[in-house]
């Protein structure tokens, strides 16, 4: 069993508020998975009753629309934590994750957590921050979408997706999204999304090697994106 208070979860989350002996409790109570590229973590709707910690992998946040599509509305990775918000308000996920490459995650019962609050007030605080730095970063989706076109989004994605995530040895994007999944985090079709990736691949600003993407013009996606 991993030891919580050398994790990297506890290093870059609100759990880094926590005591020695807090964390040595966290072990005690904590449970492990492996969860493989393609399983979900927690369905939308589901009362998941306590906290996953990402310790490795990276996953997406998506809500199912009314015509079925998968809306993804954020990406997670290694040092976040999910359901924090779920846990506060005492309500079901609003959203599904689901893992985009093999993930290492644990899970602390809600009990355990809420204990902290009545303890740690510097605990409770890193939380608040947490979820204050996720409505800004919706504000911030909000007015992109409402503000920025199509080809300026997909332009902001690519770029979001190389920096935060990293290539393989190859030069492609590490993480690969589907063209649908793109559409939906780009709000549009997934047709569009084809056309667009064909345009950005004739301009020679990426490469398209098979389904995976690799970026040749930084620049002038950076330019195209702001």
Known sequence: MSKCEQCIVRE????????KDELIKLAGCKTSYTIKKGEP????????????CIKDGVCKLSKLSANGK????????????????SMISD?????????????????IPKQEVMAFFNTNNQFSMEVMKTI????????DHMVSMA?????????ETLLFLETNYGENEDGTLRIQLTREELAGMIGTATESCIRLL?????NGWIELIGKKIALKDRNQLKRLSE
Do not use: H, W, Y
Not at 70 to 84: A, F, Y
Not at 132 to 139: A, Q, V
């Open 12 to 19: 870059l989350s609100s759990l880094k508020a926590l005591k």
């Open 41 to 52: 973590i927690f369905e939308e709707g589901e009362s998941i009753n306590g906290i996953f």
């Open 70 to 85: 998968d809306q993804i509305v954020k990406l997670v990775s290694s040092g976040e934590l999910l359901g924090q918000r």
């Open 91 to 107: 309500e079901p996920t609003n959203l599904s994750a689901t893992a985009l490459d093999d993930m290492d995650v644990c899970f």
């Open 132 to 139: 204050c730095g996720d409505l800004k970063d919706s504000n």
């Open 147 to 155: 503000q920025k076109t199509v080809k300026e989004r997909l332009a």
């Open 198 to 202: 064909s345009e950005f691949k004739k």
